[in-house]
């Protein structure tokens, strides 16, 4: 969408809508920033692997060695292959359009993305993924990268470790898909609460070493994007104990694929 040129001063509230769709764009670059980072990140670990590999079957002649060396630079392959067609997916739906949409198979890509990083820092991710739940009608890129910030914000809130449970069900009431992020971290001081979804709030003093959050601009996004569907976001949260967010999206039906 273009955006409008900068309005002169004494349109106030012209002023206001430039610099909303300003503040849109940021948002929509941290969160897709966030995706690549850790994109690139696991497709360096498998090259690694790759390489690392491919050299003990050049060192190591017996077929024991050789064969094992093949079969790990198979499996990593397979890796590299699911992680670029993650980051081509996001880059061919440009459009970003809501359609009927399974949350399970976008919660697997999210792991795949994620699992290494997660296991290097401690974290078990527990699953209880209903597949009976229906589609919801969202845009795949825009949750996925709704999913990944909020599995980052999860892992940096247990820097001793612990566990994530990803639940996806439908509502009681039939009318939503709910997904739910829970974790074991630090959880969130009541004072802070309120604030948590404002563009720039932020209690991290800036990326971690893997170049990850920072900005405050994590959960603005995953708000942004979830009001976009008519979708509900909430926290609750225990200091001490963790933190889990609940989103809510609208199943898909008929008439909104035929719209
Ligand atoms: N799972 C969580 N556990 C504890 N605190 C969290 C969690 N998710 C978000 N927060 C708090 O909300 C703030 C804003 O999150 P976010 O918008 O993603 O920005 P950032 O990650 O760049 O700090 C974080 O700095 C942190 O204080
Ligand atoms: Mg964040």
């Known amino acids: 969408m273009p955006l409008p040129h900068p309005p002169s001063s004494n349109d106030a509230q012209a002023e206001i809508e430039y610099l909303r769709a300003e503040m849109r764009k940021l948002q929509s670059l941290a969160s897709l920033g966030e995706l690549m980072s850790t994109a690139t990140h696991e497709f360096n670990n498998v090259l690694m692997t790759v390489i690392n590999y491919s050299k003990l079957g050049i060192r190591n002649r017996d077929d024991a060695s050789r064969d094992k060396a093949l079969t790990k630079i198979l499996e990593a392959s397979e890796r590299a292959a699911k992680i670029t067609n993650t980051i081509l997916a996001q880059a061919r739906n440009r459009s970003e359009s809501m359609e009927p949409t399974h949350l399970g198979s976008i919660i697997n890509d999210s792991l795949v993305l994620l699992e290494r990083e997660m296991r290097k820092y401690r974290i078990s991710i527990e699953t209880e993924l209903d597949e009976s739940a229906p589609p919801a009608f969202a845009s795949g890129n825009q949750i996925q990268r709704v999913l990944l910030n909020l599995l980052i914000n999860a892992r940096q809130a247990?820097?001793?470790?612990?566990?994530?449970?990803?639940?996806?069900?439908?509502?009681?009431?039939?009318?939503?898909?709910e997904l739910t992020i829970r974790d074991s971290g630090s959880g969130i001081p009541k004072a802070?609460?309120?604030?948590?979804?404002?563009?720039?709030?932020?209690?991290?003093?800036?990326?971690?070493?893997?170049?990850?959050?920072?900005?405050?601009?994590?959960?603005?996004?995953?708000?942004?994007?979830?009001?976009?569907?008519?979708?509900?976001?909430?926290?609750q949260s225990t200091v001490g104990r963790g933190t889990a967010f609940v989103i809510r999206l609208p199943i898909a039906n008929g008439q909104q694929a035929a719209a």
């Open 192 to 235: 802070e609460l309120p604030h948590i979804f404002d563009s720039f709030f932020t209690t991290k003093s800036g990326p971690d070493e893997s170049g990850k959050g920072g900005t405050g601009l994590g959960l603005a996004a995953c708000k942004e994007i979830i009001d976009a569907h008519d979708g509900r976001i909430r926290v």
């Open 158 to 177: 247990m820097p001793e470790g612990g566990t994530i449970l990803i639940k996806l069900a439908r509502s009681s009431d039939e009318q939503w898909v």
